[in-house]
């Protein structure tokens, strides 16, 4: 799920689709308007799943998609492989999701540990490990 926001309200730390990937926003910089066209905006960001950097030039009045992150929280059941089985503490429903790349969070991942993971346009990532 996603909402339609125009570039010129775009800030560094928020959010946004660059092809069909959710990316965190490094940078944003903002051309005057000339002669003949409308200001553009220059934004560069940084893929939230695939950690590669993308960027486009629009004009700040065309309008771009930012994904709607549903921050929940989830159980370790079992660390696999290449990917880690959460059970979400709301509806309880098992599921498995990719390990996470970060070695800080990856180190601490271990079973009935409590982590906080983000649900955007239907793929999930383990952002954070909850208490020590």
């Avoid at 629009?58 to 549903?70: F, L, R, S």
């Avoid at 929940?72 to 599921?95: H, I, K, P, W």
């Avoid at 009935?112 to 990532?125: H, N, P, Q, S």
Wanted: proline content about 5%.
């Amino acid at each position: 799920m996603s909402k339609p926001v125009e570039v010129g309200d775009l800030k560094e730390g928020q959010y946004v689709i660059i092809d069909d990937e959710p990316c965190y926003i490094l940078e944003v910089t903002k051309s005057k308007p000339g002669k003949h066209g409308s200001a553009k905006a220059r934004v560069v960001a940084m893929g939230i799943f695939d950690g590669v950097k993308r960027s486009f030039v629009k004009p700040v009045d065309a309008k771009v998609d930012v994904p709607i992150i549903e921050k929940r929280s989830g159980q370790v059941v079992a660390v696999l492989e290449n990917s880690v089985q959460l059970m979400d503490l709301e509806t309880y429903e098992v599921f498995e999701t990719p390990l996470p790349q970060e070695e800080e969070v990856k180190s601490k991942l271990a079973n009935g540990v409590e982590v906080e993971y983000w649900r955007i346009l239907g793929r999930m990532k383990i952002i954070r490990v909850k208490g020590g």
